[in-house]
């Protein structure tokens, strides 16, 4: 997917993506995985 996350993302993160998708197409789905990187995870 080219997205340089090492961390596996948690099973809520990949449906939230994945409702955007259904939702909102692509835009709205990579502007919430923008968001997500943005988040530092600790």
Do not use: Q
């Not at 099973?11 to 988040?39: M, N, Q």
């Amino acid at each position: 997917m080219g997205i340089g996350l090492t961390v596996e993302p948690p099973p809520a993160t990949i449906e939230a993506v994945r409702f955007a998708l259904d939702k909102g197409g692509y835009t709205e789905a990579s502007r919430l995985v923008k968001l997500l990187e943005a988040t530092p995870v600790s």
